[in-house]
């Protein structure tokens, strides 16, 4: 057997004595109790699906970027985003959707010109600090489910790009877009965004819909010909939905004692693959649990 | 136009008086002379071409895993993976090839138990430093066109767990793999897996071919049917083609003027787009430049 990271069965075999085994991450979400896990709001989930089949789940943050979430609640409950695609798609960085180059009139409850919200006060909120440096601000945690950077002396805090990461696109400054055309990360981490673009929140189901898309040849990953086009059959916000249909998920709570034991061992893998903890972890390493409501 | 990150030409043309461009990353890369390229030896690419079209190249790196490189050039050279497929693809992780449970025998000049090559020694390597603090080493920064972790004081570097770096599948310790299965990140930076299995090099071209194949449904993201397997028509040295038929690619040497400028950048974007320059940046976010020699 030459496969990668197949595992946790033989090692409780070895020796005659009972091995007792080392938990990996997966192992503390497998086990989290009941009480470790918090609800997203129905309002707070955006349903995207897509023409071809596939559905990609977004939960929004509107306790970051209320006057974008709100733009975008209301172009979704409009149907401003008829006929909207997926338009770009850039390798390691983005891919993003809306109505591109559309003049389409902004509905009514959009505001045209939101304020930047790039970051947030701190004040309110209640964090987990991640425990390793951050290149990207003076601190980085989690709070409240999702992960950001924050200064305690200047006293803003900020979300964090990372895989699956939901922002808003923008032209140049002083414009900070209006909600109407978004982008999802489908690679590494581009931290350097981080307060320079309003993140709205993050994808938590069907993010491999969006990343295994062709990327696109013109420069920045845009498609070429419309024909590449992806269509998306429709934008809704969950609560919006008949409640049979309703999608309905919940995250780890990073204020419990199950995330700290999850994060303490994203930072120090000792299960039987590993031979060398790190004892650090980035922000973006850290994926904080999300599951289908059980 | 309400498309994220089109810029550029616009910012040239505010108001009377010629605007002076800040300079972004891209910049950089397109205006270095030819003295901060260096060339990849042809004995050091190794050229997977799919079946059904499309390319990867691969950049090994001898100089951090000799024996896992050796034997990597003697499987391509003994035809041991005719045959070889594309079994595993992880959503946010890796894609996977080889021969995946076969029992074929090592060809000759394949060492069947080799070291374990997660470190080499810091002595003989040039580094540039990062600048920013690293959560999974000492220090981090780059050497001879590689992304590198290290210790100063225990004299051992590694490379890190990138996306698009190529490492080593095994099995559990002490296995360390042999080279018959490679996999490919295709997400976040794992990097807390550096010093935990052997890496050997980079995809440097078509690593899109592998980021964007379905995901694999079984655990770790193995396809379910062997039908899924995506086939490899061949994997060979680029010493071994014809000369008129290599592929020949050159890399931003990371020692050059050049590099440290566009490491400065990285870390400080202040072209038009940016607003807040990040004044740091993680090591997998300063993707070493890599062009097909012009």
Known sequence: ??????????????????????????????????????????????????????????????????????????LARTGYWNGATVYRVQDDYVAQWGLNDSDKPWPAGVVAKPPAEYVRPLKGLKITPLGSPDPYAPAAGFADGWPVAYSAKEGWANLAHCYASVGVGRDLTPDTGTGGELYAVIGHGPRQLDRNITLVGRVVDGIDRLSTLPRGTEALGFYKDKAQYVPIASIRIASDMPAGERPSYEYMDT??????????????????????????????????PVRKTP
Chains 1, 2 share one sequence.
């Open 1 to 74: 057997m030459r496969s990668l990271l197949l595992l946790t069965a033989a090692a409780l075999l070895i020796g005659a004595a009972p091995v007792k085994k080392l938990l990996a991450p997966n192992d503390i979400v497998a086990q989290a109790p009941a009480s470790a896990w918090k609800a997203i709001p129905a309002d707070d989930l955006m349903v995207i699906d897509l023409k071809n089949g596939g559905r990609v789940v977004v939960q929004l943050a509107p306790g970051y970027a209320p006057v974008h979430v709100g733009n975008i609640k209301a």
């Open 255 to 288: 204020d419990s004692a199950t995330f700290a034991q999850y994060l303490h061992l994203r930072a120090n893998r000792h299960d039987d693959f590993y031979i060398r903890p790190a004892g650090g972890v980035d922000l973006c390493n850290v994926q904080v």
